[in-house]
């Protein structure tokens, strides 16, 4: 992802060119510094692990010396698994999960607020508690914003958006982008919950199998949509004016603009909404070309980004199997979910057919497998999906459509099939984290085991493991003693 292939930078205006790529020191409302882990665009963004764990004196003193024990083995351990255990994290000021604030101290709306309560959130994650401030600040403040997976930053972007709808304006003018169907799907539900005690506040979906007549005006506060239709809404059907568009939120940010295909339509929607429109992009990577191509076309963003050491999260065990075929792959995934006690399992293939492959030999052995890839029809993507987050399936086999965003609470296990590459054939350590990131949602436990099956294989898994600055370990599959180890908090 180089920032020559990106032509938004071709399509900016002049004063767009123009905008500097620095962090503008805005008054936040609390005027807390951002926390650590968060570190201003212009900072040298490297630091040693031991950097990046120790913490303050201030904040260690904020934890009892039992917590600290307690914590010291999760950290170690990345066992979390109880409702305590999420406290503890909350408390370390390294853990993504770590809050200060309440979200009665967001300055919410009571309605909101009430919302936020009834889906069960007791406090706001880090990204929460350090966005919402910014987002919720007048004038509007843009931003670009950087927190691993599964810690919230869908709660985050949808708090800003309902914030910001104003029911008095019967048009939309707050519009939510996502790469897929399904994620605009989840992020509507999400956001639909939320407003729970918000009825004046209209949703509507802007995706593949929702039509619309040419000139209907949508009288709609909020479209959360994919980028080709959401286009095609504004533009050749004028069901809505993108001009009059007042918070327009990129999710999966990077992929949004730097991925062929999404990139023409996510620029022209861009290019179309007024300057003073509140922009904010979120993702969990931010490939360095990508972010700094960001900074430059988002006027004056504050900008909260990782550390790289900090993008992968404890709570995942990472390791790798060596294998010498597909078939040994198979095997060895049998084994190994034979031993472990998986709540459920999502695989990742690198092409459909071997993932069509997979969940036949699965399927003949008697596992209740589901197959989700790209070519389906939308019917029958929102069939499986909602089927595997009821349980009815306890594996889904599937392609890089599904590794990003996808929340489903109960996967302990993300099984690469194959390594995450590019086009290539090079690593790709934006999709590895974004496919692992499928478990360990929230502070939860979660295995990630990579299927290794040759020397450029290997070559990939070294690359990533140097990359993240985060050990891989090797797993014999075949040992079930060493695979109940992972079961373990030891
Ligand atoms: N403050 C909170 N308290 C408790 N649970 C929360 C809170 N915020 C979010 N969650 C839950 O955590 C899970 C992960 O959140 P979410 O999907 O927003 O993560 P994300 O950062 O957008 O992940 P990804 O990078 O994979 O898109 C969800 O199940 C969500 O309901």
């Not at 350090?130 to 007048?138: C, G, H, I, K, R």
């Not at 005690?197 to 040419?214: D, L, M, N, Q, T």
């Not at 199997?321 to 695989?347: F, H, P, W």
Request: include cysteine; glycine fraction near 6%; charged fraction near 25%.
């Amino acid at each position: 992802m180089a920032t020559s292939s990106l032509d938004w930078g071709a399509a900016a205006n002049e004063e767009e060119k123009e905008v500097t790529a620095k962090l503008t020191n805005i008054n936040l409302r609390n005027k807390e510094e951002p926390p650590p882990w968060m570190v201003p665009s212009e900072e040298p963004s490297v630091t040693t692990p031991e950097e990046g764990l120790a913490g303050s004196v201030e904040d260690s003193e904020k934890i009892s010396a039992a917590e600290k024990s307690l914590l010291q083995k999760v950290i170690r351990k990345g066992l979390v698994e109880n409702h305590h255990d999420l406290e503890v994290q909350r408390k370390d000021p390294n853990s993504p999960l770590y809050s200060v604030k309440t979200f009665e101290a967001l300055n919410l709306r009571p309605e909101l607020l009430k919302g936020v309560h009834a889906m069960g959130f007791d406090a706001p994650s880090k990204i929460q508690e350090t966005a919402l401030p910014t987002l919720l600040v007048d004038p509007p403040q843009n931003m670009i914003a950087q927190s691993q997976s599964g810690t919230g930053k869908t709660a985050a972007f949808v708090l800003a958006m309902l914030s910001r709808t104003d029911v008095s304006k019967n048009y939309p003018h707050v519009v939510c982008l996502s790469p897929t169907f399904e994620l605009a799907i989840q992020t509507g539900e999400v956001a639909k919950k939320m407003a729970k005690f918000c009825p004046h506040i209209k949703i509507r979906y802007a995706v593949r199998g929702e039509e619309i007549s040419r000139g209907t005006q949508i009288n709609d506060h909020i479209l959360i949509g994919t980028p080709g239709k959401l286009l095609d809404w504004g533009t050749k059907l004028r069901c809505f004016d993108l001009t009059k568009v007042e918070v327009f939120v990129l999710d999966e940010a990077d992929v949004m603009i730097a991925t062929q295909g999404h990139q023409d339509q996510s620029i022209r929607i861009h290019k179309l909404l007024p300057k003073t429109c509140q922009m904010m992009l979120f993702s969990a990577t931010y490939d360095e070309d990508v972010m700094k191509f960001a900074e430059m076309i988002i006027r004056n963003p504050v900008v909260l980004k990782l550390h790289r050491e900090q993008q992968s999260l404890d709570n995942i065990k990472q390791h790798y199997v060596v294998c010498k075929s597909k078939e040994d792959k198979y095997r060895s995934i049998s084994n190994i979910y034979g031993v472990l006690t998986i709540g459920q399992a999502m695989i990742f293939c690198h092409t459909r057919k071997t993932a069509s492959w997979l969940a036949e030999t699965m399927s003949r052995e008697g596992h209740a497998v589901a197959l989700l890839s790209g070519e389906l029809e939308i019917e029958q993507r929102i069939n499986i999906i909602n089927r595997f987050r009821e349980g009815k399936e306890k594996v889904l086999i599937t392609t890089n459509v599904m590794a990003r965003g996808i929340d489903v609470e109960q996967v302990t296990m993300v099984v690469n099939f194959d390594l995450p590459v590019d086009q290539s054939g090079r690593a790709d350590c934006e999709t590895y984290l974004h496919r692992i990131g499928r478990t360990g949602r929230f502070g939860k436990s979660g295995v990630a085991i990579n299927l290794v099956d040759g020397p450029r294989s290997m070559q990939v898994l070294q690359y990533i493991e140097n990359h993240f600055k985060r050990p891989i370990l090797r797993l014999d599959a075949e040992d079930v003693d060493e695979i109940e180890k992972l079961n373990k908090d030891d």
